[in-house]
């Protein structure tokens, strides 16, 4: 018989927030459990209690009919514990190898580490992932998809894993490394291990697990199984109502105006001439595969890469953004890819995330910062963007991805920029969230701003934006407007072929 994980009667508090309430279900080995629900509906909360990083207010967890109570994730790993967060948890400074066998690398026969066994016990799980990476490595020379990988590699290489937990692993993988990593679940779901798996994306759900748990406002649901019950009822149980055709319902701009941004020939160390035009009141939309450089392209737009060619005008005038700041300062404001480690500040509060782009503007000339003003942003920015949080003072940190998402883009909609550029704004977002921030971006653009929308989800590039470029290669490779956009053409114009790979 195989492994059985029950949860019985867990509950979890926070300040103003009932996180988990007498949550009850089981997971069987053997078998893909997926994680569904709205973010804040707390399946990241459960899987911290598993993994001892929040202990339960009320309740219990067993293994096999044996109650554990992990006080450390490092007590729970001892267990055959091991949760792959959303956010990333590797030391860039130390290899592939080094990561993986981080607290265990294995020693020679005089009980010196052996770098050399490291590598060559790394390379065969690398073999196995069929990844195009050395153990030697650093792990901060690694793109982020690369980056993710690692950690999975690392719960993989434990012997005692009995549990194994994803949460959102595929939101910066490409297709090819999702099809690794679907494979190596298959692997680990063979040799009769727990797997649970927390995913937006309704597609991997019902290609890779078995069951459904189903969350709502920390409550569990139900548990339905994978295929027989319609997306349309799993999305109205999870969300409590039903979203229809989440792009249809939408409030767009019938009206777009004159010629607002124009890039001309912009090239860097990382993209090659590049050239495109915005208008105000149009959503643009960015698509191509992991790699293509439509990051790479806006990053030297604001400064964040120097560019090496190329010039930028906006409304009519030539701008030269040597930096972020000076990007913003002249209306362009870029919402990043990467939550964790380019957007959030997670040891300051929400007010402060807010208020952090308007700190010389709410500032005398004594550098004096004037709350009463902050305050009234931070106000603002909770009711425009419907942030749930008990207070302005809680720690960003302690949010919902999609919380977290919308206080970054109050943040840079403080500045009222003129253009804002959204880096896969849904990345990790549930489904009831996503239509708030599709409703946001079409508000945006009936305000004037022209949109700059990056999203590898061809339903969502093509669902919102009124022209969408594909980039391939580093370069764009073709321009496609809303009326002739399908998911085919999408992916035809940003293929590699053999010739280009």
Request: hydrophobic share 40%; with cysteine; aromatic share 6%.
């Amino acid at each position: 018989m195989g492994d059985i994980l029950e949860f019985k009667n867990i509950s979890k508090y926070f300040p103003g927030v009932k996180a988990l309430d007498n949550i009850c279900f089981k997971a069987y080995s053997g078998e893909v459990l997926a994680f569904l629900g709205e973010n804040g509906a707390g399946k990241s909360t459960l899987l911290k209690v598993l993994n001892g990083d929040y202990q339960p207010d009320e309740g219990e967890y067993l293994i096999n009919g044996v109650r554990k109570h992990f006080k450390t994730p490092h007590e729970a790993i001892e267990e055959g514990i091991s949760v792959i967060y959303q956010e990333r948890q590797i030391l860039m400074e130390l290899t592939v190898a080094e990561n993986i066998y981080l607290g265990r690398m294995p020693v020679n026969r005089f009980g010196v580490i052996s770098t050399r066994r490291a590598n060559e016990m790394a390379g065969r799980i690398i073999q196995d992932f069929g990844l195009p990476i050395e153990p030697d490595t650093k792990v901060k020379d690694l793109s982020i998809a690369y980056q993710q990988m690692v950690e999975i590699m690392k719960a993989y290489s434990r012997e005692n894993l009995k549990v194994i937990c994803f949460d959102e692993p595929t939101a910066s993988l490409s297709d090819s490394e999702i099809e690794s990593l679907f494979n190596i679940i298959a692997k680990l779901k063979k040799e009769g291990k727990i797997i649970i798996y927390v995913s937006h994306r309704m597609n991997e759900i019902q290609q890779i697990t078995d069951k459904v748990a189903i969350f709502k406002d920390g409550r569990y649901v139900d548990t339905v199984v994978t295929g027989q019950v319609p997306e349309s009822r799993m999305i109205k149980m999870m969300v409590g109502r039903d979203l229809g055709d989440i792009y249809k319902n939408l409030d767009r701009d019938k009206e777009i105006g004159e010629v607002l941004l124009e890039v001309k020939n912009v090239s860097s160390d990382y993209v090659k001439s590049t050239s495109f035009t915005l208008r105000k009141g149009e959503v643009l939309g960015f698509s191509g595969l992991v790699g293509a450089g439509r990051t790479e392209v806006m990053r030297a737009i604001i400064g964040a890469d120097k560019m090496k060619t190329g010039e930028v005008w906006l409304e009519g005038r030539k701008i030269v953004n040597r930096s972020p700041k000076e990007a913003m300062d002249n209306g362009i404001v870029l919402v990043p890819e990467d939550r964790k480690m380019q957007g959030i500040l997670a040891n300051l509060s929400v007010k402060d995330n807010i208020n952090i782009s308007m700190l010389d503007a709410n500032s005398n000339r004594f550098g004096v910062v004037d709350s009463k003003k902050e305050e009234e942003i931070v106000s603002q920015g909770i009711e425009d963007f419907r942030i749930k949080t008990p207070s302005p003072d809680k720690k960003i940190v302690e949010l919902s991805g999609g919380n977290q998402q919308k206080c970054i883009v109050a943040r840079w909609l403080t500045t009222k920029p003129k253009v804002l550029i959204l880096d896969e704004p849904t990345k990790g977002i549930d489904v009831g969230a996503k239509s708030e921030f599709y409703n946001m971006i079409c508000q945006f653009a009936k305000q004037g701003l022209g949109v700059i929308l990056i999203s590898s989800e061809l339903p969502e590039v093509i669902g919102l934006s009124d022209r969408i470029i594909v980039m391939k290669s580093l370069k764009v490779a073709g321009e496609v407007s809303r009326e002739e956009a399908t998911e085919s053409k999408l992916l035809s114009l940003g293929m590699i072929g053999e010739s280009e790979s």
